[in-house]
């Protein structure tokens, strides 16, 4: 299995502020058939179901708002939140769906500052 | 509106058998894979398998497989988790999840149901 590891666990920033959460693979997650990195980025808040906010890595799912974004290729990706907002506290987790099956991060929890 | 309505909370003793559901509704059911994951008590998300209704074709994360049984029923749009003995180690959360993708492939999860909570405890 591909391991995906996030870092931080945690992190606190002041509203309007940038939060940057990292996500590691253990092998690329680039399928060079298509050119495209099989990441995906979810959004949990307490009591809810996860929530998709981007895909192949940097696409933003529809109706999700344009200070959430994706990047980064092959084994290191990166989701932006540039004006953290009071809704933007949750856990975030990454998410590879590379063909030999998938797996998640183990999690990055934002708070506010 | 895309839906997927999971069945209610379960108690359960161990080694009792349970069966829960996931009934898609607002898109062609056969042709998008439903993912099940599990999420136990404060922790983070585990990917569990996935089924093409279209086809049964069922595939099963290692960590699983042997655990648990994915189905599904495609003339009423409904797939399901089964296992035939629960453990303690088997309370938590379970999401079913529609996976985009097409033919064997199978991609991120869009669409995802509220979730049934499985307690097993003597």
């Known amino acids: 299995d591909i391991v995906m590891t996030q870092s931080p666990d945690s992190l606190a920033v002041s509203l309007g502020e940038r939060a940057t959460i990292n996500c590691k693979s253990s092998?690329?997650?680039?399928?060079?058939?298509?050119?495209?990195?099989?990441l995906a980025w979810y959004q949990q808040k307490p009591g809810q179901p996860p929530k998709l906010l981007i895909y192949?890595?940097?696409t933003r799912e529809s109706g999700v708002p344009d200070r959430f974004s994706g990047s980064g290729s092959g084994t290191d990706f990166t989701l932006t939140i540039s004006s953290l907002q009071a809704e933007d506290v949750a856990v975030y987790y990454c998410?590879?769906?590379?063909?030999?099956?998938?797996?998640f991060g183990g999690g990055t929890k934002v708070e506010i500052k | 509106e895309v839906q997927l309505v999971q069945s209610g909370a379960e108690v359960k003793k161990p080694g009792e058998s349970l069966k829960i559901s996931c009934k898609g509704s607002g898109y062609s059911f056969t042709n998008y894979w439903i993912g099940w994951v599990r999420q136990m008590p404060g922790k983070g998300l585990e990917w569990m398998g996935i089924i093409y209704p279209g086809d049964s074709d069922t595939r099963y994360s290692p960590s699983f497989q042997g655990q648990v049984t994915i189905s599904a029923d495609k003339s009423i749009t409904t797939a399901y988790l089964q296992w035939s003995s629960l453990k303690a180690s088997d309370t938590a959360m379970y999401y079913c999840?529609?996976?985009?993708?097409?033919?064997?492939?199978?991609?991120?999860?869009?669409?995802w149901g509220k979730g049934t909570t499985v307690t097993v405890s003597s």
């Open positions: 192949w890595a940097s």
């Open positions: 092998q690329s997650v680039l399928y060079s058939s298509n050119n495209k990195n099989y």
């Open positions: 999840a529609r996976q985009v993708g097409g033919g064997p492939y199978y991609y991120y999860m869009d669409v």
């Open positions: 998410q590879q769906y590379y063909p030999t099956g998938l797996t």
